[in-house]
């Protein structure tokens, strides 16, 4: 698992998620369809009702890092930093 924090550009070791109900079950369904559907993609965004907060979950493995992800996110997965 690796968690950036884009607007500071920090890797991060722990973060607090509060979800509304509604939320947690988009995340839940997103969550679902990113691992059991191959044409879905490799990540989605789930936002707040008004689009003012963002959270980008994506599945990545070695074989699929140069494919889609930008320089920082390579150096996060590579070396969680």
Do not use: P
Request: aromatic residues 8%; glycine residues 2%.
């Amino acid at each position: 698992m690796r968690i950036l924090d884009e607007d500071r550009d920090k890797a991060l070791k722990n973060i607090l998620l509060l979800f509304t109900k509604q939320e947690a079950e988009q995340l839940i369904s997103d969550l679902e369809d990113l691992v059991n559907d191959d044409t879905r993609g490799n990540h989605f965004h789930i936002n707040n009702e008004d689009y003012s907060k963002e959270i980008t979950v994506a599945l990545y493995d070695e074989n699929n890092i140069d494919d889609f992800f930008s320089e920082r996110c390579k150096e996060l997965i590579k070396y969680d930093k």
